[in-house]
């Protein structure tokens, strides 16, 4: 058993922590999670002819009624056209409608179909199932705990890597 690490640490303690017990770096564990959850993911998907990304746009557009392709490529971390090569596809088998922006007739809204949100929710148990199976080992409380910690982690990211886009912009 792995001894519990001090709440908190410098960074020459954290470092001290790592390299003396002998325990891999955090980005490597939570990248080798990310491999296998999207394994799992991408393996599950099949039976819908989805792949994890078109999963991740269908979730991503469900959470408001309708956004644009800009908005989708830049939550999930890809170029404008990129994203469209994604949503195509899932436009094409009637899982996703556009329509002109009210304001901008240039910018495209996209929205799920009633077909895309019976898509998603058939999806979503897919990935309850791939959840429970990484994470059934830990308990609730351990669950909600690792959850909380990496929104943190990636809420703090997303507010300073906002900061430094911002900061650019203003000095140049």
């Given amino acids: 058993m792995v001894p519990s690490a001090p709440t908190r640490m410098s960074e020459p ?14 980005s490597y564990l939570v990248r080798q ?3 296998r959850i999207y394994a799992k993911l991408a393996d599950q998907l099949k ?3 989805l792949t994890p990304a078109q999963y991740m746009v269908l ?3 469900t959470h408001q009624a309708e956004r644009s392709s ?11 056209q990129s994203m469209n090569e994604l949503t195509a596809p899932l436009f094409r ?23 895309g949100q019976r ?3 058939r999806c979503d148990k897919l990935m309850d199932q791939v959840e ?6 830990l308990d609730h409380r351990h669950l909600t705990l690792l959850r909380a910690s990496l929104s943190k982690v990636l809420s703090e990211t997303r507010r300073a890597e906002g900061e430094t886009v911002n900061q650019q912009r203003l000095a140049g």
Avoid: Y
């Fill in 13 to 26: 303690e954290r470092t001290f922590w790592v390299s003396e017990m002998k325990l891999p770096r955090t």
């Fill in 132 to 137: 429970a199976e990484v994470f059934g080992c």
């Fill in 59 to 61: 979730s991503l557009s």
């Fill in 93 to 115: 088998k009637g899982f996703v409608k556009r329509r002109p922006h009210p304001e901008d007739s240039r910018i495209l809204l996209l929205s799920l179909t009633k077909a």
């Fill in 33 to 35: 999670l990310q491999l």
């Fill in 47 to 49: 039976a819908f002819e």
């Fill in 70 to 80: 800009a908005d989708l490529a830049r939550r999930a971390q890809m170029t404008p």
């Fill in 119 to 121: 898509l998603l929710a």
